[in-house]
């Protein structure tokens, strides 16, 4: 039983308060008329009966409480009868209740008491501004049980919408975690798949050269790629740590200098780097998509063009757009999982990867427009 079932106007505790109440009052009764006894009783054990059942069999609590509140107006014209008390409980009892029925029973038991109120008047020759008192003080119980009634209602949708409210916000938390899960999965595919991809290659080519052939100097070329390769592994998954940790990844300019004199090293072959536009902070993920685009541009360029010049070019003035273009020497047999890699890794930030010949050479643009 929560705290309002036990103090609310509606919870047991206000019940038992009310019947107290009319206990009271209905004590110090001393009707004119023995026989009221019999109707006051009866009334007083319906209106019981009616509280208690009022959440349990609200169907029958209304009746009850109906009985109770119509029996007792008949009533109120006798002399020292105290009847009215029993009205004006039952009927605020009636008010409170929250039922489908909405205002209904509350309008058609409010005009059966002013009529009852009007033949106990006409027959106890009562006055009108007795009349007038009885239907001003039923009015004010009405009143006031509607507005408790009111306050329930809307108390039971806040409580609601907070629970729904909660519920969202679980269901939010939940989706932001499998949406981090994925990410974290691309990221670690990306790295791992690529890096340990290729590194096992050139183990296996190094292992077979010495077996095979007994080509040291083959194999050692062989072991100093598979070096470069893990050197360039450990960069990407440091870079894809940071994003991952919301971290600043480094700025893409700098980062794509430092990728060009790794190239020209490990290559052997000239990288010329120009900007256009105002360079300006993107989004971390952003930078690590262009720079993994950057990277496979380059490792295809040194594969299928050693030692030929690279161009990179990155503008900034229509959103975000990288170009690598370096001469052709021997044509790409297919795109392998490096390029799909990467345009499935700038659409997740809303941006595309092309991909083709261009003339003499081969051009990889990658751009995002709102970046």
């Avoid at 659409?347 to 050479?361: M, S, T």
Wanted: proline share 4%.
């Amino acid at each position: 039983m929560n705290k309002r079932a036990i103090f609310g106007e509606t919870g047991w505790l206000g019940r038992a308060m009310t019947s107290a109440v009319a206990i009271g009052v209905l004590a110090t009764a001393r009707p004119a008329e023995p026989w009221v006894w019999a109707v006051v009783g009866a009334g007083f054990l319906a209106f019981l009966a009616g509280t208690v059942l009022m959440t349990l069999r609200p169907y029958w609590a209304l009746g009850l409480l109906a009985y109770a509140a119509v029996s007792s107006a008949l009533v109120t014209g006798v002399s020292g009868s105290n009847a009215l008390v029993l009205v004006l409980v039952s009927i605020t009892d009636i008010a409170v209740m929250a039922q489908p029925w909405r205002n209904r029973p509350i309008i058609a038991v409010g005009i059966s008491c002013a009529v009852a109120y009007g033949i106990s008047a006409w027959w106890w020759d009562r006055t009108d501004t007795w009349y007038l008192s009885q239907l001003m003080w039923t009015a004010i119980l009405i009143a006031f049980g509607l507005n408790r009634r009111q306050y329930e209602v809307q108390a039971r949708q806040t409580a609601q919408l907070l629970e729904q409210t909660q519920l969202a916000q679980q269901e939010h938390a939940r989706a932001a975690a499998l949406d981090e899960r994925g990410r974290i999965a691309r990221e670690l595919h990306d790295v791992l798949a690529h890096s340990l991809g290729a590194l096992t290659v050139q183990l296996e080519v190094a292992e077979a050269l010495l077996a095979e052939r007994n080509d040291t100097v083959g194999a050692l070329d062989r072991v100093r790629r598979s070096r470069r390769l893990a050197g360039q592994g450990l960069v990407e998954a440091r870079n894809a740590v940071a994003a991952l940790r919301s971290d600043e990844v480094p700025a893409l300019p700098s980062a794509l200098a430092a990728l060009a004199e790794q190239h020209v090293v490990d290559h052997d072959a000239e990288v010329t780097l120009t900007s256009s536009g105002t360079p300006r902070p993107v989004a971390s993920g952003i930078t690590v998509a262009m720079l993994g685009a950057a990277r496979e541009a380059l490792t295809n360029a040194g594969r299928h063009a050693p030692g030929q010049p690279v161009e990179v070019e990155l503008d900034y003035r229509d959103g975000l757009r990288l170009a690598v273009r370096n001469p052709c020497a021997a044509a790409p047999v297919g795109e392998g999982f490096g390029l799909p890699g990467m345009r499935e890794r700038l659409a997740l930030v809303g941006g595309k990867l092309e991909a083709g010949p261009d003339g003499d050479g081969w051009l990889v643009i990658a751009e995002v427009k709102d970046a």
